[in-house]
T-cell receptor, first 114, second 110 residues
Framework: DTGVSQDPRHKITKRGQNVTFRCDPI?????LYWYRQTLGQGPEFLTY????????KSRLLSDRFSAERPKGSFSTLEIQRTEQGDSAMYLC????????????FGPGTRLTVL | QKEVEQNSGPLSVPEGAIASLNCTYS??????FFWYRQYSGKSPELIMS????GDKEDGRFTAQLNKASQYVSLLIRDSQPSDSATYLC??????????FGKGTRLHILP
């Protein structure tokens, strides 16, 4: 257990529904990253935050995806109007920027869109 | 487009031998490099980080960095069946974004 938690661990939804995932980072970590991983691929960068500021969002990410990190603590990732191609493992990682930059990953949320 | 390249494998290594995993990256300004291990269905777990040219050893693992060649490697000595996993190379870009390679699948043969 790295200290990063994600909820839910599994989510099955129907195409067109909205889903929201939550990540709770290690408490003192100021950076939080979201990645998406499909079978046989490495984690694909989605977005990251420094405290509450969203510093970058992947150009590959459609406007159906949005992420927030209110008050620089937990973060949420919302996918609107889900598509079957959104089925993947969604990983959250946190780090302490400027110290080691080492990321610690949560267990992930596996999304299945039917 | 900044990239991290890894041979997808599978790399098969006899138990007790040395496994050598390689990674190249395109962002010449990158300063931080990481190796993660990922078992099937699990999230990545950190093995080592390396920031300076040369070798860094931690138990059976040695990370090697050559910034001039934009090359990072991971050596696993005395390979064990429990080392069978996918190994991910990660690089922190100049804008502090961390990106990953596709991973190398390692299979240790008993």
């Amino acid at each position: 257990d790295t200290g990063v938690s994600q909820d839910p661990r599994h989510k099955i939804t129907k195409r067109g529904q909205n889903v929201t995932f939550r990540c709770d980072p290690i408490s003192e970590h100021n950076r939080l990253y979201w990645y998406r991983q499909t079978l046989g691929q490495g984690p694909e960068f989605l977005t990251y935050f420094q405290n509450e500021a969203q510093l970058e969002k992947s150009r590959l990410l459609s406007d159906r995806f949005s992420a927030e990190r209110p008050k620089g603590s937990f973060s949420t990732l919302e996918i609107q109007r889900t598509e079957q191609g959104d089925s993947a493992m969604y990983l959250c990682a946190s780090s302490l920027a400027g110290v080691t930059d080492t990321q610690y990953f949560g267990p992930g949320t596996r999304l299945t869109v039917l | 487009q900044k990239e991290v390249e890894q041979n997808s494998g599978p790399l098969s290594v006899p138990e007790g031998a040395i496994a050598s995993l390689n990674c190249t990256y395109s962002d010449r300004g990158s300063q931080s490099f990481f190796w993660y291990r990922q078992y099937s269905g699990k999230s990545p777990e950190l093995i080592m980080s390396i920031y300076s040219n040369g070798d860094k050893e931690d138990g059976r693992f040695t990370a090697q960095l050559n910034k001039a060649s934009q090359y990072v490697s991971l050596l696993i000595r005395d390979s064990q069946p429990s080392d069978s996993a996918t190994y991910l190379c990660a690089v922190m870009l100049q804008d502090d974004k961390i990106i990953f390679g596709k991973g190398t699948r390692l299979h240790i043969l008993p």
